[in-house]
């Protein structure tokens, strides 16, 4: 099922919607906010000039610095007595990027998140467990309101406390997981412990994860081992939240709700726009928000973006699965690597789990990497000839997948710390 008609739209109905609504909001932009009317003014640009979405280009980047320079509400275009919801990235330096919402986007919201659930199969019958932090993450909230929109039951567990999620699962008979991927899994080797038999305990059919970059192997350990169909679901806070995009039935990669959200590929370095289907800096302009619209804002995110048809009826472009944030990538020795590219290769190992912590740190003058990965339970710690072998293979993987030369520490289960929001996967010593 699919649950707006705007998702199989002809290509022309999506291109004639997004040009009337970036037409409507770079006026708004320029009319209302003053960071945007100096933008605007600094490269000569009026809002008449953009007559179609490829004049999109003429347009200026929004960066989250630009976000944090307006801290707390400067580039927000409604007053503040209609401003209804407030969300906030979790900074780790200095003050977070703070997310505002009226009303007319709380329904936009609702709409795209409502979208997403009918896209991994959830009805008013199903049961849905929401694993995601409530409060300033947009995630438990997003989740929640989109639930209540498709008429389902939202069980708002939020994250942390494990045992009783699981027990909240099972005696409430969740029928949807919607969580982080890491927690998932870490909810899994939880449960596993206990004893669960995971087909007779659960009646979970679907599972709607994202948040953090996951490698395919990741996704089908996660799917098999609770039994699920896997859903990918993508957003951040200064666009929507969670509800940017998301994976049908019939394909990898995300479907875009184009009718909200104008997407587009860069070159990070140059910031010319790449041909569909190759690899890029995903950029955003929100068509639709009214209390932080956004123009052009440069996600950080890498992946690419194919407007083919899909067997599932949706019109709506797709992205590939994100491969890695542009300032996550680590450098190691001149190589370029995403941790998600080492997860895969972890991920295609014997004999260890997919917790694993990636440390960059300086030897000299050269970069040193160590991947510490967790071994499963059923391999011995003291069964010398077997850790050696299992060590060395994922480092030989390493070297001959990803040309890095690191340092495998294999490491006890449960020996890495659990994170309850986003898994923190790689430390850079370096910085
Ligand atoms: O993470 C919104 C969200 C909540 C998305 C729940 C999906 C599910 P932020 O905290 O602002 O918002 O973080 C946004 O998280 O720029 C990506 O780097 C990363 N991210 C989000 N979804 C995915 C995904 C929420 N499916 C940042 N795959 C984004 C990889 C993702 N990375």
Aim: with cysteine; charged share 25%.
């Amino acid at each position: 099922m699919i649950w707006s008609k705007a998702e199989s739209a002809p290509r022309e109905v999506i291109e004639e919607t997004q040009t009337r609504r970036l037409k409507e909001t770079a006026s708004r932009v320029y009319a209302i906010n003053p960071f945007y009317k100096k933008k605007f003014d600094e490269l000569g640009l009026l809002p008449e000039d953009i007559k179609s979405i490829d004049d999109i280009q003429q347009l200026p980047f929004t960066k989250k610095q630009d976000l944090r320079d307006h801290y707390p509400f400067g580039l927000f275009c409604v007053p503040m007595n209609q401003v209804v919801r407030i969300h906030s990235s979790s900074g780790t330096t200095g003050k977070p990027t703070v997310v505002g919402y009226n009303d007319h986007d709380m329904s936009v919201w609702a709409e795209v998140m409502a979208r997403v659930y009918t896209m991994s199969g959830t009805n008013a019958d199903d049961v849905v467990h929401n694993g995601y932090g409530y409060g300033l993450f947009t995630g438990g909230l997003g989740f929640h309101y989109g639930a209540e929109h498709v008429g389902a039951t939202v069980v708002p567990a939020s994250g942390g406390f494990t045992d009783r999620q699981l027990m909240l699962m099972k005696d409430f008979g969740a029928t949807i997981l919607a969580c982080t991927p890491s927690f998932a899994l870490h909810m899994a080797e939880v449960a596993k412990k206990a004893g669960s038999d995971f087909r007779k305990d659960y009646k979970l059919k679907s599972g709607i994860f994202g948040a953090e970059p996951t490698s395919p192997g990741m996704k089908a350990e996660v799917a098999k081992i609770w039994g699920i169909n896997y859903h990918e679901v993508y957003g951040l806070s200064e666009i929507i939240g969670p509800g940017v995009s998301c994976s049908c039935a019939h394909s990898d990669r995300l479907h875009i709700f184009e009718d909200h959200f104008l997407a587009e590929i860069i070159d990070p370095k140059t910031g010319e726009a790449m041909p569909d289907g190759q690899r890029g800096e995903l950029v955003i302009t929100t068509l639709t928000k009214q209390a932080l619209p956004i123009i052009r804002y440069r996600t950080g995110d890498i992946t690419s973006i194919i407007k083919e048809p899909c067997k599932c009826g949706r019109t709506h472009s797709r992205m590939e699965s994100i491969v890695g944030r542009a300032d996550d990538m680590l450098i190691v020795n001149g190589v370029n690597i995403y941790p998600s590219q080492v997860e895969h290769v972890i991920a295609n190992s014997k004999g260890v789990t997919l917790n694993y912590q990636i440390v960059a740190d300086k030897k000299g003058h050269l970069d040193k990497l160590e991947v510490l990965v967790e071994i499963s339970d059923d391999i011995l710690m003291d069964s010398v000839g077997e850790m050696e072998k299992i060590k060395k293979d994922i480092q030989a993987s390493l070297l001959n997948n990803l040309y890095i030369n690191a340092n495998v520490k294999l490491v006890e289960p449960r020996s890495i710390e659990r994170s309850v929001g986003k898994a923190v996967r790689v430390i850079d010593k370096r910085k």
